[in-house]
T-cell receptor
Framework: AQTVTQSQPEMSVQEAETVTLSCTYD???????LFWYKQPPSRQMILVIR??????QNATENRFSVNFQKAAKSFSLKISDSQLGDAAMYFC??????????????FGQGTELSVKP | EPEVTQTPSHQVTQMGQEVILRCVPI?????FYWYRQILGQKVEFLVS????????KSEIFDDQFSVERPDGSNFTLKIRSTKLEDSAMYFC????????????FGPGTRLLVL
């Protein structure tokens, strides 16, 4: 079974600085997708960024980028120029690319990010 | 921009009562999901639904849970006899088709069982 681990329960960053959130996963599959979701205090789950395992190029989305290391099974999220609105819980998630799996997301435990003004 | 909606936003019920949580997925989406998040814990998969049947369910999704797509737009989660440990945030999510990998989440229903 696949697992996702986020080893940093809490992180803090100064406004305008850069922060990196860590995520590791375990799988025997070769084809899958990885996601970062943001959950602000409203508890809505908002997609931040997504990475396909077959792509070597790291995904970027404005101030958000990932460092995807397939061999190491590592998928970290870098937030540049941090803003107060980035403060939230961040979840890393895994999804198998094999459709008989139903498409479920497997989540990590989350990292609570605070942004200091 | 289309979005997933869920009602109610909050629900308080007595232990042993039945509750129905409602979701309206994005209209052209074909895959539907329910997840739950107990306060302070990670989000857990409950069930996935495609082509009017369950495609996968977790160990949490036991006989007290059921899902239904009664009218082509709503997607419901029923908990037949609620327990204290069912208190959680319940999220509905939908995905368009096999060409789109992203699941879009609704705002959640906060269920409190007393």
């Amino acid at each position: 079974a696949q697992t996702v681990t986020q080893s940093q329960p809490e992180m803090s960053v100064q406004e305008a600085e850069t922060v990196t959130l860590s995520c590791t996963y375990d799988t025997s599959e070769s084809d899958y997708y990885l996601f970062w979701y943001k959950q602000p205090p409203s508890r809505q789950m908002i997609l931040v960024i997504r990475q396909e395992a077959y792509k070597q190029q790291n995904a970027t989305e404005n101030r958000f980028s990932v460092n995807f290391q397939k061999a190491a099974k590592s998928f970290s999220l870098k937030i540049s120029d941090s803003q107060l609105g980035d403060a939230a819980m961040y979840f890393c998630a895994y999804r198998s690319a094999y459709y008989n799996q139903g498409g479920k997301l497997i989540f990590g435990q989350g990292t609570e990010l605070s942004v200091k003004p | 921009e289309p979005e997933v909606t869920q009602t109610p936003s909050h629900q308080v019920t007595q232990m042993g009562q039945e509750v129905i949580l409602r979701c309206v997925p994005i209209s052209n989406h074909l895959y539907f999901y329910w997840y739950r998040q107990i306060l302070g814990q990670k989000v857990e998969f409950l069930v996935s639904f495609y082509n009017n049947e369950i495609s996968e369910k977790s160990e949490i999704f036991d006989d007290q849970f059921s899902v239904e797509r009664p009218d082509g737009s709503n997607f419901t989660l029923k908990i037949r006899s609620t327990k204290l440990e069912d208190s959680a945030m319940y999220f509905c999510a939908s995905r368009r088709d096999t060409t789109q990998e992203t699941q879009y989440f609704g705002p959640g229903t906060r269920l409190l069982v007393l």
